[in-house]
C-alpha cells in the first residue's frame, strides 16, 4: 500500500510539474538602445531610449514564465539593462549593474539576458545601470499571478502602470559629468513625470498629460513605481482613498493611505475605487526632501484620472501633498506595511551586520584646481558604507573576477562594523570621519548562511533618507526607527511575524533600518543606495555568496555571448 501511495504520488507531482512547464513561456524581446529626439518642457533633445520609447516599454510575464531579452546598442555610451528586484537565482550574469556583474555593452555590440521569474507575483521594473541613462532608460516589468492563480484580493476591472521619474534639460550623463569633474553635487532636474510626461503644471506640457480613464463604480489597479533618479517622492490622487495591497512584487496586508512615499527603486501596488463624482482629479508626485540645505526639484507633476462621460470643461481637482520635508507621513506609512501572511524569518543568525551609510567629503587633492573641488569647503563629495567609498573596477566585471578566480580585482575585507563607533546621528561628529578610505571591498557569505544587517544612517555632512537596494534578494524589514539602533533596546521591538518583504528598504533620515535574509543565491551582489548620485560617490558593497552543495546551489556557467571588457 505505501509503494502505490509513493507511486501515485510522485506520478501526481510529475503531471504537475509537466502541466507548468507546458504553461510557463519563453518571451523573446529586443531592446535597440538609440537616441531619439524627445521633446519636453518646450526643448527637444536628443535623449538615449529603448525602440524609441520614453519611457520603455512595458514587460508583461506570468510567474514562472523565462524572458530572454537581447539589448542591441545603437547608441554612443556603454549601456546595461538590470532588471530591478527579479531575484536571478543563480543566474547572476543577467543582473545588469556594470562592471559587478558583467562588462558593458559596448555601442555597436549586443548582449541577451536570459532569466526565469520565480515565486513573484506584482510590479518591478527594468532600467540601465550604466552612469546617469536610467534617467530614461527604464520601463515597468508586470508580473501576472501564473495561469490557475489569481490576486488575494477582488479581481480589479483595470490595470495601470504609472512609472515616476525626473527629467533634465541637459543631457544627463553630461550633468554627472560636470558633477564629478567639479567634485560638487550634481545640477537637481527641471521636472518630475509621470509615464515620461510632466503633466499640466509645466511649460509646453499640458498636451501630453497622461489621462487614466475610470469609470464609476469600478476599481482600478494602480501600479506605482518610483523611477526618479534622485528623488524620494510622495505621490497621491485627489479626493481618492488608496489601499495599498502589493509592494516590490509581494503582497501586503490590505491598509488604506492618502498619500504613499516611495523611494528610487521602489514600487507599490494600490487598489482606487471610482465612487467620488463623475469628474477629473489630479494624479500627483512631489519630493519628499530629507536632507537638510541640499537642493532639490520643488516641482510637481501631474496626471489626470478621469470619469467616463466626463467633461472638459473644468480643470480637475487638485490634491494636497505632504510638505516637503514631512518625515512624520513618511514613518506613519512605512509601519503599516506587513506581509499579507505570517513568514518564516530567520531568528537563528549566522552574520550580524552593522553598516553605516552616509556622505562625506573628500579633500581636495594637492594637484587639483580649485575648480574641481566645488564641494562643502573646498572639498569634493563622496560617500561611504562603513567608511569604504565603493570603486567599481574597470578591466572585469567582479563576478567574472570571482568566476574566473582572477587575482587583483577585488578584496573580501569589507568591514563587518564600522571601524570607528561614534554617535552616529549627533550634531557634533568629528571631522576626522568625513573623509572615507576608497576601495573594492566585498563581504564573502557562505550559502545558506542566516543573515541581519543593521543599516544605520549618519549625520556627517547631512543626514538623509537612504534607499538601500539588495541586487538579488528580497529581505524582510523587522525593524526601523530613529537615532542610533541600540541592540538592547531595539531588538525587542523587532516584527518576526509577519514583516514586508521588498528589494529596497527606506532607510530613516538620521535613523536605522535592520533587515534579515538567507544567502541561497549564489553569486556576486550589489548593495546601494539609489539614489544615482550617491553609488556615483560611493554608497555601495557587494556580497560575494559562494556556491553550496550541488547544481542547484551553484551559480551557472557564464554565458557564450557575456561582454568583453
Known sequence: MTTLHTFSFWLFFCSLLSASSIIAKVQHHKFTIQETPVKRLCKTRNTITVNGMYPGPTLEVNDGDTLQVKVLN????????????????RTGWADGPEFVTQCPIRPGKSYTYRFTIQGQVGTLWWHAHSSWLRATVYGALIIHPAPGSSFPFPKPDSQTALVLGEWWNANPVNVINQATRTGAAPNISDAYTINGQPGDLYNCSTKGTVVVPVKSGETSLLRVINAALNQPLFFTVANHKLTVVGADASYLKPFTTKVLMLGPGQTTDVLLTANQPPKRYYIAARAYQSAQNAPFDNTTTTAILQYNKTTTTFPPIMPRLPAFNHTKTVTSFSRKFKSLRNVVVPKTIDENLLFTIGLGLDKCPKNFPKNRCQGLNGTRFTASMNNVSFVLPSN?????????????????????????????????????????????????????????????????VTSENHPIHLHGYDFYIVGEGFGNFNPKKDTSKFNLVDPPLRNTVAVPVNG??????????????????????????????AFLVENGVGKLETLEAAPHDLPVC
Not at 555610451?77 to 532588471?83: F, M, P
Not at 536605522?512 to 555601495?540: E, Q, S, T, Y
Open 74 to 89: 545603437r547608441a554612443r555610451y556603454n549601456i546595461t539593462i538590470h532588471w530591478h528586484g527579479v531575484r536571478q537565482m
Open 396 to 460: 572585469f566585471s567582479l563576478l567574472q573576477a570571482h568566476y574566473k578566480g582572477i587575482p587583483n580585482v577585488f578584496t573580501t575585507d569589507f568591514p563587518a562594523k564600522p571601524p570607528v563607533k561614534f554617535d552616529y546621528t549627533g550634531n557634533n561628529i568629528s571631522r576626522a570621519l568625513f573623509q572615507p578610505v576608497k576601495g573594492t571591498k566585498l563581504y564573502k557569505l557562505k550559502y545558506g548562511s542566516r543573515v541581519q544587517i543593521v543599516l544605520q544612517d549618519t549625520n556627517i
Open 512 to 541: 536605522w533600518a535592520v533587515i534579515r535574509f538567507v544567502a541561497d543565491n549564489p553569486g556576486v551582489w550589489l548593495m546601494h543606495c539609489h539614489l544615482d548620485v550617491h553609488i556615483k560617490w560611493g554608497l555601495g558593497m
